[in-house]
C-alpha cells in the first residue's frame, strides 16, 4: 500500500510541477530601478559588500543584490565586516532608510537595483 502511494503522490506532484515554469515566471526587473527589501529588519538581507565609504551592494534574501548611496561619507563603511539597517519600523528597507556602521549611522539617498557586482567583476576581468 505505501508503494502504491508513494506513485501516486509521484504522479501528482509531477502534474503540479509541469504548471509551475508559467507559475513561478517572476517578473523582469529592469536595473537602476528604485527598490525596496522587504523584511530588511529580520532575514530579507543575505549579504553585503560596500564599494566604497559612499556606496555599498545589498543581497536580498532572493538572491536579488541591489546599489545603495549614501548622503555623504559613511565612514568606516568600506572595512566594516557588519552592519545594520535601519527601518524607521516599516521593516523594508528603501531610499529613506539607513545604514548602522561602527555605531555611527548614515542616511541612504538611493536604493536601486542592481547586477550581482561578483558577476560585473568577473566579466571586468575576462575583458582585460
Known amino acids: 500500500m505505501k508503494t502504491i502511494f508513494h506513485a501516486a503522490g509521484v504522479g501528482v506532484i509531477a502534474a503540479l510541477l509541469s504548471a509551475v ?3 513561478a ?8 530601478e528604485e527598490a525596496r527589501i522587504p523584511f530588511a ?3 530579507g538581507i543575505r549579504n553585503f559588500r ?3 565609504d559612499h556606496a555599498l551592494y545589498i543581497e536580498g534574501q532572493t538572491g536579488r543584490w541591489y546599489y545603495a548611496e549614501t548622503m555623504g561619507p559613511c565612514t568606516g563603511l568600506n572595512f566594516a565586516n557588519k552592519i545594520g539597517f535601519i527601518t ?7 531610499k529613506f532608510g ?9 542616511q541612504l539617498q538611493s536604493l536601486v537595483t542592481a547586477e550581482d557586482p561578483g558577476k560585473t ?3 571586468q576581468s575576462k575583458e582585460d
Open 88 to 94: 524607521k519600523g516599516t521593516g523594508t528597507l528603501d
Open 121 to 123: 567583476a568577473k566579466a
Open 50 to 52: 560596500a564599494e566604497n
Open 98 to 106: 539607513q545604514i548602522l556602521v561602527d555605531g555611527r549611522t548614515c
Open 41 to 43: 529588519d529580520t532575514t
Open 25 to 32: 515566471a517572476a517578473p523582469q526587473v529592469k536595473i537602476g
Open 21 to 23: 515554469p508559467a507559475i
